[in-house]
């Protein structure tokens, strides 16, 4: 399973687009990149996922540059309900498990 | 929407007590995974199971062990609680296979006194 590297924590202020980029050097090549998100006192949920370029859908976007060495989620506009935690995992559809770092811990501030 | 219920929201449990918890899913999903959350650490693997009556260790399975005799109910068991057991522990299913697929439960926030 490939490593992860993210920052432990980030603030921003509402309205603002937040990246969080994440660090992957030993990606595989089946291996896809995913995002999920921890609200407090919550279980993780999905966001997104992509194996290269741009992947966009309602809640954010996903860039990932042709190496596919790192990748970074965007959140365009975040408001006060953006905070939150947010994993990055990275591995191939067909495996057992995923592992789930320490994550980035997103303040959203007024 | 597929839902993954864990039985208690908080539990307090004494040193030395066995504890169960429990975890149940309305999907058809083969797997399911016990993982536990403590600050500053993530999440952490205690077990996990693809199958009825399968079950892997994962990163930290020391102290627990598993039972899974339905595909929908994964349970988790401290033999012999303990103080450094106190934690939030999160279950969860997935289709096999498909990191996209995890779907979890709100947790349980675990207290040994």
């Known amino acids: 399973l490939a490593k992860t590297t993210q920052p432990i924590s980030m603030d921003s202020y509402e309205g603002q687009e937040v990246n969080i980029t994440c660090s992957h050097n030993?990606?595989?090549?089946?291996?896809?990149i995913t995002w999920y998100q921890q609200f407090p006192s919550q279980g993780p949920r999905f966001i997104i996922q992509g194996y290269k370029t741009k992947v966009t859908n309602e809640v954010a976007s996903l860039f990932i540059p042709a190496d596919r060495k790192s990748s970074t989620l965007s959140l365009p506009r975040v408001s006060l309900s953006d905070t939150a935690v947010y994993y990055c995992l990275v591995g191939d559809n067909y495996g057992q498990n995923f592992v789930f770092g320490p994550g980035t811990r997103l303040s959203v501030l007024p | 929407d597929v839902k993954v219920t864990q039985s208690s929201r908080y539990l307090v449990k004494r040193t030395g007590e066995k504890v169960f918890l429990e975890c149940v899913q309305d999907m058809d999903h083969e797997n399911m995974f016990w993982y536990r959350q403590d600050p500053g650490l993530g999440l952490r693997l205690i077990y996990f199971s693809y199958d009825v009556k399968m079950k892997e260790k994962g990163d930290i399975p020391e102290g627990y062990s598993v039972s899974r005799e339905k595909k929908e109910r994964f349970s988790l068991i401290l033999e012999s609680a303990s103080t450094n057991q106190t934690s939030m522990y999160l279950c969860?299913?997935?289709?096999?296979?498909?990191?996209?697929?995890?779907?979890f439960g709100s947790g349980t926030r675990l207290t040994v006194v």
């Open positions: 969860a299913s997935s289709l096999r296979g498909l990191a996209y697929g995890y779907t």
């Open positions: 030993n990606i595989a090549t089946n291996d896809y």
